[in-house]
């Protein structure tokens, strides 16, 4: 179940960025990309095929994101200052912004 304390454990995880590649946890999100219509690679970016065209985040390079979990019914997605939370079964996106303390 996603919530605040799902959000924040994110956040936490992948505060930094992870030396490692494959400490990012990418490899399953890539599978689930090759065999679903929900995600595509263009060169060094991850494509939300399901978002509008328009959208900052429906295109994000695969260098920005730090980390990815994969949960019951959704792949989180997280960058510095956001999470996409991608639900695998009809493939709808969801965006959390981190807050930017001041």
Do not use: C, W
């Amino acid at each position: 179940m996603i919530n605040n304390d799902t959000i924040n454990n994110l956040y936490t995880t992948f505060a930094t960025e992870p030396a490692m590649f494959e400490d990012r946890g990418l490899s399953r999100l890539m599978d689930f990309a090759f065999d679903s219509e929900a995600l595509d690679f263009d060169g060094d970016r991850l494509v939300f095929t399901s978002m509008e065209q328009g959208s900052p985040l429906r295109s994000v390079e695969i260098e920005r994101i730090y980390g990815a979990k994969e949960f019951a019914d959704h792949f989180a997605v997280v960058m510095p200052n956001s999470i996409i939370f991608l639900n695998k079964r009809d493939h709808s996106t969801s965006v959390h912004l981190k807050e930017v303390e001041e």
